[in-house]
């Protein structure tokens, strides 16, 4: 059976960095459409990154509040990616989820995407 596992979240003061990490155990496949998305408390979930990769290659998009901050990244173990996020703000603060869509292959990998795996979240708290 696949699971995802989120890890890394804490608390970090304004301009701290952290990186998550989200792992999906149980796949053999070769493709993957993972992403990340956040909630704050009284909030709306967001996406936040997403990684597609496939044979011959990967593809990342990001929303319009962490692009050209956060990274999204493949990890040295298979089929887990990373998150890492520098110059956190307060309003960043959220619980941090991971999904995935291993019946991925190609095309698009946003966030509209219908993920049939999540993980519990993981805290992520910026706070001076």
């Not at 956040?38 to 709306?44: D, F, L, N």
């Not at 890492?84 to 019946?103: E, G, R």
């Amino acid at each position: 059976q696949m699971q995802l596992m989120e890890s890394g979240g804490g608390s970090v003061q304004p301009g701290g960095s952290l990186t998550l990490t989200c792992a999906l155990s149980g796949y053999t496949g070769n493709s993957n459409c993972m992403a990340w998305f956040r909630q704050s408390p009284g909030k709306a979930r967001e996406g936040v990154a997403t990684m597609a990769y496939y044979h011959g290659g990967e593809r990342t998009f990001y929303s319009e509040d962490v692009h050209g901050r956060f990274i999204i990244s493949q990890g040295n173990a298979e089929h887990t990616v990373h998150l890492q996020m520098p110059n956190l703000k307060p309003n960043d603060t959220a619980i941090y989820y991971c999904a995935a869509d291993p019946t991925y292959t190609t095309g698009s990998c946003r966030f509209s995407r219908d993920f049939p795996y999540w993980g519990r979240g993981t805290q992520v708290t910026v706070s001076s």
